[in-house]
Nanobody, 115 residues
C-alpha cells in the first residue's frame, strides 16, 4: 500500500522557520522524483520544490528560492522541506508528491504564517 505521510506543519510567525517531513512506503523511493506542492485557499496547487535521486540538483519556485531547501534521505525514504524566513503568503496546505510513471500524493499538512 502506497503511503506518503507529511508532518511538521503548524503556526509560525513571519520570519520564522518550519521543517516539513514526508515519509513514504509502498514504492521504490529512490526511483521517484520527490516534490513539495502547496495550495492556498482559492488558488491552484503550485510546485514549491523538487529533487531527484543520486545528486540531482533541486528545483525551486522563484517565490521560495533562497528561503526553502528540499532534501531527501533515500535510506529512510523521507523527503524534507526546510522553510526559513517564512512570509504570510507562504500560508497554504503543503503536499508531498512522488513521481515516476505514476504520481502519488500525501494528505497535506497545514502551514500558517501569521502574527
Amino acid at each position: 500500500q502506497v503511503q506518503l505521510v507529511e508532518s511538521g506543519g503548524g503556526l509560525v510567525q513571519p520570519g520564522g522557520s518550519l521543517r516539513l517531513s514526508c515519509t513514504v512506503s509502498g514504492f521504490f523511493f529512490s526511483a521517484h522524483y520527490m516534490s513539495w506542492y502547496r495550495q492556498a485557499p482559492g488558488k491552484e496547487r503550485e510546485l514549491v520544490a523538487g529533487v531527484g535521486s543520486f545528486g540531482a540538483a533541486p528545483n525551486y519556485a522563484d517565490s521560495v528560492k533562497g528561503r526553502f531547501t528540499i532534501s531527501r534521505d533515500n535510506a529512510n525514504q523521507t523527503v524534507y522541506l526546510q522553510m526559513n524566513s517564512l512570509k504570510p503568503e507562504d500560508t497554504a496546505v503543503y503536499y508531498c508528491s512522488a513521481y515516476s510513471y505514476t504520481r502519488y500524493w500525501g494528505q497535506g499538512t497545514q502551514v500558517t504564517v501569521s502574527s
